[in-house]
């Protein structure tokens, strides 16, 4: 094992003891939240994420780095030549910006992930679904330089996810099409790899008009792209199934991994598979063994068992991992660390869910994938900071609507204890999308969080026989691979069809039919339930009067769609019902597009009980007061502090899960009321400036206060972090907040005034309000604050030292203090290096003349046989006989090139001979043995025509035997 892969060993081994050792501690709920006014609910903290990124496996290389994109569409040139006909039809010969030697050093140089479609401002001639965003297409290139002494080995290319479809070239050569923006590409690379001096080139056409949903998608490469590098016998990638099961009151692991090999003949390997505990102590493990020929790909099993291990739940979400090794005579040759957890589920007709044989309500959240600033492109660290949103609301469910989330989400959800639905995008029987459909099972089947498998969302054909014959064969394809989680499928319709979808899977799953759980439960008494989507309530945070004009909902939780329920409404039909297993609101956070019900200028969705910063709105509040049983809970909704109102009657809310409330203004008594479970308890208060104050009872004694206070005008600025240390790898991020205090340092509900901000030792990545109205750029150093508030994303850059410093002012303002963020180092994925030097690709090589050709012969159009076809870079064969050997090439130059002028890199020639610039002589070799040349053109060419004019005896080897390049002076 080369040092590199020991230390990309331990990064991983680090990642999976960084999972165990924070499982627990990052259950508890984030401080700050426990009331509604008394400052911001994101209190600093000096804790680092637990989110990082490091390569899936030893030997992964890191592609985020060192990107030239162009966005548009490059179209080549029509073709109307033979030649150009013939050789673009052959392997390698991909034309226009696909081609190896395309000139990209114009284009914008940028790292991964990114969504273009975010750093466009909203455009009201675009999709309003998708936020009236630009998408459009756009070109993504990348040069890899790999080790000459890599060759033999296995190379596989990893793109998270591609929004939307997306055509992948590889040294010129297609190797794949993909046709979602929401599974990961897995690409064999090995046969097409060049190693050496000559850079391999990576190349990705992204057509982001193409439409899978009716939200905001996103644009571009959006999440993490892998070079994965293994020895010749390997594991294949998700090769390792270890999803522990519960059989007869007895635990078993029944790992099986899959293996595959590319060398020639026949290779014995042994298996070794260990259970490691939290500690990284090993509890039991096993051997299997496999002889495995060219190209196959067996299977090893290596059954284990255990008895009494720690189980995983929403409460303690106690994580194992299996470490899995294949050795070839005793030398460990490859090695995954799989992070595993022992817990039982089980869904009842009757009862709901079961975790580990306890009752669960499944208290869940629909969520998209977006966030303010950054739009599909979310780091990480932000991921987990919007898990530990919903788990402070008291969620304990995730649905990933409606695609397969980012690994970084399921990475979360198993370290923090959120169980998870996870989501098919496309439903289909077609092989394009049933190969989607194996990818996800075979990805997330070991994960402890997923607890169901929903095939779709609301498809026209749920309730006819093409639906339910269709749902029969892709449940059947997700059981093959995974028969331990229940299937699901969030129907909007037509589970009372003769023939439905509802009759196909394990789970049925209701949206928005609220009104029809007792009609089917009553008619399918044997059928487990649960709503698989409802609420679709309006709300815009800080707001307490609906303004439709303005395109503004209250706050009150009355405004909903007509299809859909209050906050409380939803969960009151859900949780008085012991047969419903839970439910998922709409949703967890607003998010782009779908504006409903209002068109432009709004551009993002209202439905979230976060706005688009993650931010609460007073849903947050009520669905915690709802679903939070431990302790006592109270919070005053709205704010006091409604000048011009004085002696109106104003509506307060008290959102809690207490016996009895009290309320106070100014220390006299103005309401007493018994509270709701689910309708809380409401108040009419004249407005008096001041406090209002709210106790809240239980079993006869005060449990629970909350106050709130009028403020003066908004005097100055205060940043307030998420923590206070950020790892400096160019990866960590986290959202801080803007607020506007008064002169007693309380917030101010509403002031609207514009910050400007500035960071020193790291990067603004994101901006946002959580208005669904704004049409303000999301990049940039200035965010507007509405209704009090906004949200910076900061991120660190790789390597800096010392600390992240962030500014903000305000012409209207006094500035904040300025926020100092203690950068910590942490290891950082390696990369392989790229080149911008352009490769010479197409020689053509002539017969063996007797004399010595002037330069000037050219082969006919038609002719693709008389001159051989060469690639330089590659070893030359022996010449037949002696004489003249002519070695040409066309170079097209790019505007660029053509300014400057260009320098001709020959990195190695073999033989004597002369070399001719557009049949000038512009050098000479005189010595036999190979070596470099380089020469220098001018500027002002639009082309090239190169040959080389090799003086040859038989059986001696001339040519090109390493690349040439070409490169703007």
Known sequence: MSDHDQGLGDIQRRRVLQLFATAMASTALPSGVQGAVAGSVFASGGELSEAVIVPPERGALSLNAGWRFHLGDIVPPKLLDHAGSYSSAKAGGARGAAAISYDDSQWRELDLPHDWAIETPPDPAENMAQGYRKRGYGWYRRSIVLDADKRGRYFELQFGAVATNATIWFNGNVVAHNWSGYNSVLIDVTAMARFGAAANILVVRVDADALEGWWYEGAGIYRDVWLIERGPVSIVTDGVHANPRLVDGRWRLPVEVSLYSVEAAPVKVEVHTELLDREGRVVVAGVGAARIAAFERPTVSVPLEIAAPRLWSVEDPYLYATRTRVLRDGVVIDERLTPCGFRSIAFDATRGFFLNGQHVKLKGMCIHQDHAGVGVAVPPALVEWRVKQLKAMGCNAIRCSHGAPDVALLDACDRLGMLVMDENRNFSVSPDYTEQLDWLIRRDRNRPCVILWSIFNEEPTQSTPIGFEMARRVVDAVKRLDDTRPVTAAMSAGQMAPVNVAQAVDVVGFNYQHREYDRYHRANPDKPMLSSEDTSAFITRGAWISDRKAMVASSDDTQR????????????????????????????????????????????????????????????????????????????????????????????MIATNVERVQLFLNGKSVGDAKADPFDMVTFEVPYAPGRLEARGWSNGRIVARDQVETTGPAVRLRLTPDRSRMYADGVDCQPVTIEALDAKGRPAPSANDLVSLGVVSGRIIGLGNGDPTSLAPSKGGEVRLFNGRAQVIVQTRARDQGALRLSAQSSTLAPARPLTLVLVARSIPASPPASRRFTVQAWRRSPVFAERPGGDEEVAANDMNSWGLVTAGEAPEPSPSSGFVMVTAHVVLSPAMKASGVRLIFTGVAGRCDLLADKRLVASKAQPATGAVTVELPAGRDDVRIALIFTVSSGEVVGLPQPVFVEAN
């Open 561 to 652: 769609a007509g299809w859909g329920a209050t906050h409380r409404e939803a969960w009151k039909m859900i949780e008085t019902r012991p047969f419903m297993a839970g439910g998922f609101g709409w949703t967890g956070f607003d998010y782009h597009g779908e504006p409903t019900p209002h068109r432009w200028p709004a551009n993002s969705s209202y439905f979230g009980a976060m706005d688009l910063c993650g931010f609460p709105k007073s849903a947050f509040y009520l669905r915690r007061a709802m679903w939070v049983k431990d302790r006592p809970l109270l919070d005053i909704l709205p704010h006091w502090t409604w000048p011009g109102q004085e002696g109106e009657p104003i509506k307060v």
